[in-house]
């Protein structure tokens, strides 16, 4: 017989985010700040509406955000971190949370996502790697693992370009320190 889940999935509120902090730490460790991905969000604000966590006896169990970046000249959403907590893996809490993002990415109007990850794993809410050269990370990211997601019919099919910050929300010092 299944396992019942006993987690929900809601909108992160501002309180979640120290929760939010320590799961992304517990999940990814320190390297996760060298990352292309992480690059790309420092100083730059989630998209308003696409940020969710996974709740299970009033205690943060995963958690997902977007983030808006430019892929050549056209806009996108860039997805992660996407962090579960490491010994609740297996129960579709991942996939509840993309699937729960996805879909309110497709209300907003927003037309694509990308994402840096494992294909086997992310082909199951519809991403597909990207053309070997087609989009390009800043920084050391290995091309294979490079996916997409349309949210309009055929967007992955004409995108091209570097992938880049859309905006600079809060000013950060090239070492990625926050501009008092």
């Not at 892929?71 to 129960?91: C, T, Y």
């Amino acid at each position: 017989m299944a396992e019942e889940s006993t987690w929900h999935i809601r909108p992160e509120r501002a309180e979640d985010a120290p929760h939010i902090d320590s799961l992304n730490e517990h999940s990814f460790g320190p390297g996760r700040y060298a990352k292309s991905a992480y690059r790309l969000r420092e100083g730059v604000d989630p998209v308003p509406g696409l940020s969710f966590v996974a709740m299970e006896s009033q205690a943060l169990r995963g958690s997902i955000r977007f983030w808006p970046v430019m892929v050549g000249m056209e806009m996108s959403l860039l997805l992660g971190p996407l962090a579960v907590q490491s010994d609740l893996r297996g129960r579709g809490i991942g996939i509840a949370l993309m699937k729960t993002g996805i879909e309110a990415a497709r209300v907003q109007g927003h037309a694509s996502v990308i994402l840096v990850g494992d294909e086997p794993y992310y082909v199951r809410v519809g991403f597909a790697a990207i053309p070997r050269g087609r989009v390009r990370f800043p920084g050391p990211v290995d091309p294979s693992r490079i996916l997409g997601l349309s949210l309009k019919p055929n967007v992955m099919l004409t995108m091209m370009g570097e992938v880049r910050r859309a905006r600079i929300d809060h000013p950060v010092c090239a070492d990625g320190a926050g501009v008092a």
